[in-house]
Antibody, heavy 120, light 113 residues
Framework: EVQLLESGGGLVQPGGSLRLSCAAS????????MSWVRRAPGKGLEWVST????????YYAASVKGRFTISRDNSKNTLYLQMNSLRVEDTAVYYC?????????????WGQGTLVSVSS | DIVMTQSPDSLAVSLGERATINCKSN????????????LTWYQQKPGQPPNLLIY???TRESGVPDRFSGSGSGTDFTLTISSLQAEDVAVYYC?????????FGQGTRLEIK
């Protein structure tokens, strides 16, 4: 059974940093691209970042580029999102999501999400 | 970035009736080399993560009831629920994966009339 478990969310002041983790199990982690997607309160889904199975290719939304870094440790079956220079508008539930195939970013499994609150 | 626009923003349909949600992209998401539309639909219920319903614009994900169907090509797509059930109350999103810069529609909130 595929499972994705996010952790690392919490309350942080503007300008602060957080690192989110997503522990994966139930599939061959290194084969599949993985993404972070967020949903701010009262808003819709917003894609944040995607990383290839090998970790050598990454993509970012313009709203987070230069502030967030996606990475993965295939030996630990874990996905990460390092978030720096956080802004109030980064407040959201952050989901990690597994790509349905090795080459497409259509997501067939999602974690339950972790809440990031940026406030002074 | 490819802009995805859904209509309507909200929709109220009677139980057993048909619900139709539209999604339009500002450029084609049809990849000519394989003739596939890189368009997917998700359902998100309150307090839950999104759930994949449809991919390649019209292929139903395993376990999704057959009352859900997707259609369209190029820039115009439709999600249809043939006979609305109470458990279908949710927000529905389209998403393109033609570009590695993934984009979602703004969402359509579906309620019972």
């Amino acid at each position: 059974e595929v499972q994705l478990l996010e952790s690392g969310g919490g309350l942080v002041q503007p300008g602060g940093s957080l690192r989110l983790s997503c522990a994966a199990s139930g599939f061959t982690f290194s084969i599949y691209g993985m993404s972070w997607v967020r949903r701010a309160p009262g808003k819709g889904l917003e894609w944040v970042s995607t990383i290839s199975g090998s970790g050598d290719t990454t993509y970012y939304a313009a709203s987070v580029k230069g502030r967030f870094t996606i990475s993965r440790d295939n030996s630990k079956n874990t996905l990460y999102l390092q978030m720096n220079s956080l802004r109030v508008e980064d407040t959201a539930v952050y989901y990690c999501a597994k790509s349905r195939t090795s080459s497409t970013s259509c997501h067939d499994y999602w974690g339950q999400g972790t809440l990031v609150s940026v406030s002074s | 970035d490819i802009v995805m626009t859904q209509s309507p923003d909200s929709l109220a349909v009677s139980l057993g009736e048909r619900a139709t949600i539209n999604c339009k992209s500002n450029q084609s998401v049809l990849y000519s080399s394989n003739n596939k539309n890189y368009l997917t639909w998700y359902q998100q219920k309150p307090g839950q993560p999104p759930n994949l319903l449809i991919y390649w614009a019209s292929t139903r994900e395993s376990g999704v009831p057959d009352r859900f169907s997707g259609s369209g090509s190029g820039t115009d797509f439709t999600l249809t629920i043939s006979s609305l059930q109470a458990e279908d109350v949710a927000v529905y999103y389209c998403q393109q994966y033609y570009s590695p810069q993934i984009t979602f529609g703004q969402g359509t909130r579906l309620e019972i009339k």
